[in-house]
């Protein structure tokens, strides 16, 4: 019966979806804003890059609003996690990683720093930018979590000082906004001027909102996946038996 | 059919497969696994729609972080073992089964 | 110009179908799913269809990526807002998914499964012991095949007051049917 009504409904959902995709003229979207964007945008802020010029210089505060987002599901996170490890009185111990997984992270550590740190500065001129790095750059430093899980699963990160991190570049990005609105009454505008086009100090304070966000978006992704992967799976539930998978993913 | 469209319909294809691979299968590492596959083809079908920003994003975030963030959960929850109805009942994830 | 026009729409035709098909799959997975961590892979599978489907919207047949220096000036580029917009969905989309495996783990820690049925039974289980009701019978059953709930003590008013606005909502359905 259930099953039924969800067939039903998903028919319909992708009726619905067809109806609009048929309407929707393949390949010759509106685009009033987007073209608008894209002719005045080389004048107005300087990048090179056109998705990051509308990402931190038109729509900055949508782009605040999404780190908020972030913020707000880590720290959701870590209150549901922290409270439930209290409860849970033994540690299993995390078996080390082995000399080829220790010697690999060890390199691997570096490169991965570099090419996110690459990829956040240059945000402005090639595809990338504070989203792209900052997964990188948390990438990075949970690799090293991996390789040496340390007693407690969490690799020797201090929370803390992810924490600081965290708020110093939240707190920078909203800085340089109020920098702007005292300057010139517009919030997160670019300013600083534009430089040359294509070059790596260029388009004002862009790099600048690029590096904030991606600092922001690698600590609270590290101090996210710390957090799932300290105090490794024990037998939670003194009565728990595993029950045999039966879903029926057909119909 | 040129070359271009040729990448989309087997992105597309794989992309789908992998969905519904995602949806049956009874291993939820294989599960994970499947999404994962999923993200890197729309990676790929990103690239070939001129959006190599999302791709990036998506090749990071849908088929690495993702990924660990739900493999790390399969292990706190003792779900990550290769045998789907095995009735084990020590923590899964001290063993390197994987 | 025909036989171009011919191929930019398959592209299109063939990309609408993969990014309606990945929500269809999606829907279909997180509303008939069993398991409750297969749910949140399915809400990912959605997430990447419903993605592909806003990034679709911007693109344009004989464009290029919206990136100033790669080529000359003066050629149309795709539309730069649903990409910035799908950016920033595919960042959250990761805290959701975050947020959402850890409230399985609580789950599964307090409950101790994470398959639907039987945490629908738990909970309905605590429901009734909070408000201090009798459980009636199984849900599962079809309506015509379900035994007939115990005779409500007339000394819990909430719970008469509920079966009473229950009851005529629930019987012209079951006659038209």
């Not at chain 2, 999302?54 to 779900?79: D, F, H, I, K, P």
């Not at chain 3, 399985?104 to 039974?121: F, N, S, W």
């Amino acid at each position: 019966m259930r099953n039924i009504a969800s067939l039903l409904f998903t028919a319909g959902l992708a009726f619905l979806l067809l109806v609009i995709a048929a309407q929707l003229g393949f390949g010759e979207p509106p685009m009033r804003i987007g073209g608008d964007i894209l002719s005045q945008a080389p004048a107005e802020v300087g990048a090179t890059n056109i998705v990051t010029a509308v990402l931190l210089g038109y729509r900055g505060i949508d782009t605040l609003g999404e780190l908020s987002i972030l913020f707000a599901a880590a720290t959701a996170t870590g209150l549901v996690l922290v409270r439930g490890r209290k409860d849970c009185e033994h540690h299993a111990e995390e078996p080390p990683g082995g000399f080829i997984l220790r010697t690999g992270a060890d390199l691997l550590f570096p490169l991965l720093l570099v090419v996110g740190f690459y990829i956040i500065v240059h945000g402005h001129l090639t595809p990338g930018g504070g989203f792209q790095g900052g997964v990188i750059l948390a990438a990075a430093f949970f690799v090293l979590v991996l390789a040496r899980p340390g007693k407690d699963g969490s690799g020797g990160m201090s929370h803390t000082a992810i924490a600081v991190v965290e708020g110093l570049a939240g707190a920078g990005f909203i800085a340089l906004g109020l920098w702007s609105l005292w300057d010139n009454g517009d919030f997160l505008k670019p300013m600083l001027g534009h430089g040359v086009m294509g070059e790596l100090l260029s388009a004002g304070t862009l790099p600048l909102l690029s590096l904030a966000v991606g600092l922001k978006v690698g600590a609270e992704l590290a101090g996210l996946m710390t957090q799932l992967a300290e105090q490794p799976a024990t037998a939670q539930h003194p009565h728990q038996h595993p029950h045999p998978h039966s879903e029926d993913g057909g119909s | 059919m040129d070359l271009q469209t040729l990448f989309a319909l087997l992105a597309v294809l794989l992309v789908l497969v992998s969905a519904l691979l995602m949806l049956v299968l009874d291993n939820m590492i294989g599960a994970v696994a499947a999404s994962g596959v999923v993200s890197l083809g729309v990676a790929v079908l990103f690239v070939l729609l001129h959006a190599p920003d999302v791709a990036m994003t998506e090749a990071v975030v849908g088929a690495g972080l993702s990924g660990v963030v739900l493999a790390l959960g399969l292990r706190r929850l003792g779900l990550w073992r290769l045998d789907a109805g095995a009735t084990r009942q020590s923590a899964a994830g001290d063993e390197p089964d994987a | 110009m025909s036989a171009l026009n011919l191929d930019t729409l398959s592209f299109a035709a063939i990309l609408y179908a993969g990014a309606i098909g990945l929500l269809v799959i999606g829907a279909v997975g997180m509303v008939m799913a069993n398991h409750l961590f297969r749910m949140v892979l399915a809400l990912a599978i959605a997430e990447a269809g419903a993605n592909l489907l806003m990034v679709l919207t911007g693109w344009r047949g004989e464009a290029v990526a919206p990136i100033l220096g790669v080529h000359e000036a003066g050629v149309p580029m795709v539309d730069p807002i649903p990409q910035v917009l799908v950016l920033t969905a595919i960042v959250i989309g990761v805290g959701v998914q975050a947020l959402a495996v850890s409230v399985l783990l609580k789950i599964h820690r307090i409950y101790g499964t994470l398959d639907v049925r039987e945490l629908r039974r738990h909970l309905e289980l605590d429901i009734c012991r909070d408000a201090g009701i009798v459980p009636d019978g199984s849900r599962e059953a079809p309506a015509g095949e379900r035994p007939l709930p115990p005779p409500i003590p007339p000394s819990i008013p909430a719970r008469a007051a509920a079966a009473a606005s229950d009851r005529p909502l629930s019987d012209p359905t079951g006659a038209s049917q």
